[in-house]
C-alpha cells in the first residue's frame, strides 16, 4: 500500500486521518463536524476491528464502520444526512492518506446508507436470484447468517451473536422469535413466527453452531470475525443490509396485502395511501391505518423504536 507519512499508528490515527483530510484542502464548513466523524472512524477501527494502524485498513473496514452509521441512524444516533457526510469524509481522508481509492465506499449503492431524507425511493431489497447466487459464493457459516438476515430481519451482528440452537427451541415450543444478543443496548426483542422457513433458517444455523455459543467460532475474537465476513461478503454482487430490507419489504405485503411504497413505485405519502385504499377498496382515512399499523409491526420486528424509520425500508 503507497501511503503518505503521516503517522499512521495507534493513537495517532485520529490525527492522521485529520490531516490528511485537511491536506485535500477541503473547504468544510463544519471543522468540528470533520473531527467527529474521523474520530469515530479511528474509534471503530480500534475498538471493534483490532486495528492500530492505518496502513491496515482495508476496504472490508470501511463497509463495517458504514454498516455501523446505518445502525447508528437506525438507534436515532445521527440523522440520514450526517451517516453520509461521515462517511464521505472517511473516504477523502483515507484516499489522500494511500494515494488510491482501493478503501472507498460508496454511501448508498455500496454500504446501503439512508438517502439524506430518510425516505427509500427505490427498492435496496436483496433479490432472490442474488441471495441464492451469494449463498454458494460464501461459507457455509456466513449462508446460514444471511439466511437468518432475510428471514428473521436480522442485523449482521445479531446474526453472529444469535444463539440458534436455544432460539430455535424457543421457537418450536412458543412460537416466538427471541433476539437477545447484538441487539440495540442488550435490549430483547420478540415477535410471532411467521413462516416455515424462519424455523428452517435457525435450524440450518443451530447445525453449523454446533457447540460454540454464537455463530462466531470459538476460536475468534468478534472483531476478527466480523473482519472475515465482510472481506467474504465483498465477493458477492449483496450487501447485509440488503437482507433485512428484503424481510421489511415482504413483511408489509404479506401483513397488509399490497406493496410498499418502493416496490408499487408509488410515491411515498398520499400517492401511496390512495394505492392502498383503491387495492384494498377502502377509505383513504382507513388506509393511513392500515400503513400506520403494517410499519408499527415491522418496526417492532426489526428491533426499531421509530415507526418513521420504516421509511428507509418501504418508502
Not at 499512521?8 to 470533520?34: F, I, P, W
Not at 455501523?68 to 441512524?73: D, G, M, P
Not at 437506525?74 to 482501493?102: G, H, P, W
Not at 475468534?220 to 424481510?247: A, D, L, P, V
Amino acid at each position: 500500500m503507497n501511503a503518505r507519512n503521516f503517522g499512521l499508528r495507534s493513537s495517532n490515527m485520529s490525527r492522521a486521518l485529520v490531516t490528511a483530510y485537511q491536506m485535500k484542502e477541503n473547504g468544510d464548513n463544519s471543522k468540528n463536524q470533520c473531527k467527529t466523524a474521523l474520530n469515530d472512524f479511528a474509534k471503530h477501527l480500534k475498538e471493534d476491528q483490532g486495528i492500530n494502524d492505518l496502513k491496515k485498513v482495508e476496504k472490508s473496514h470501511v463497509l463495517s464502520y458504514a454498516n455501523e452509521l446505518n445502525n447508528k441512524f437506525e438507534n436515532d444516533q445521527i440523522s440520514a444526512s450526517s451517516a453520509q457526510n461521515y462517511l464521505s469524509k472517511v473516504n477523502v481522508a483515507l484516499e489522500n492518506a494511500r494515494l488510491d481509492r482501493d478503501c472507498r465506499v460508496d454511501g448508498v449503492r455500496e454500504a446501503g446508507l439512508p438517502k439524506r431524507t430518510g425516505i427509500a425511493t427505490y427498492d435496496h431489497s436483496v433479490d432472490k436470484e442474488s441471495h441464492e447466487t451469494a449463498l454458494s459464493q460464501v461459507p457455509d457459516r456466513l449462508s446460514v447468517q444471511l439466511e437468518l438476515q432475510r428471514e428473521l430481519g436480522l442485523r449482521f451482528k445479531e446474526s453472529s451473536l444469535i444463539d440458534a440452537k436455544n432460539t430455535l427451541d424457543h421457537a418450536v415450543k412458543n412460537g416466538i422469535i427471541r433476539v437477545e444478543n447484538g441487539t440495540k443496548g442488550g435490549k430483547l426483542r420478540e415477535f410471532k413466527v411467521s413462516s416455515d422457513k424462519q424455523l428452517t433458517a435457525l435450524k440450518n444455523a443451530a447445525a453449523i453452531q454446533c457447540n460454540d455459543r454464537s455463530l462466531i467460532p470459538s476460536d475468534m475474537k468478534w472483531s476478527q470475525y466480523q473482519s472475515q465476513c465482510y472481506r467474504e461478503i465483498q465477493q458477492t454482487n449483496i450487501k447485509f443490509h440488503g437482507e433485512r430490507h428484503n424481510y421489511a419489504n415482504d413483511r408489509y405485503e404479506k401483513i397488509s396485502g399490497v406493496k410498499s411504497p418502493v416496490r408499487s413505485q408509488e410515491k411515498h405519502g398520499k400517492s401511496h395511501l390512495q394505492y392502498i385504499a383503491n387495492e384494498k377498496n377502502i377509505t383513504l382515512a382507513d388506509a393511513k391505518i392500515l400503513d400506520h399499523n403494517t410499519r408499527l409491526q415491522i418496526s417492532n420486528e426489526l428491533g426499531h423504536e421509530r415507526v418513521s424509520i420504516t421509511n428507509n425500508y418501504l418508502g
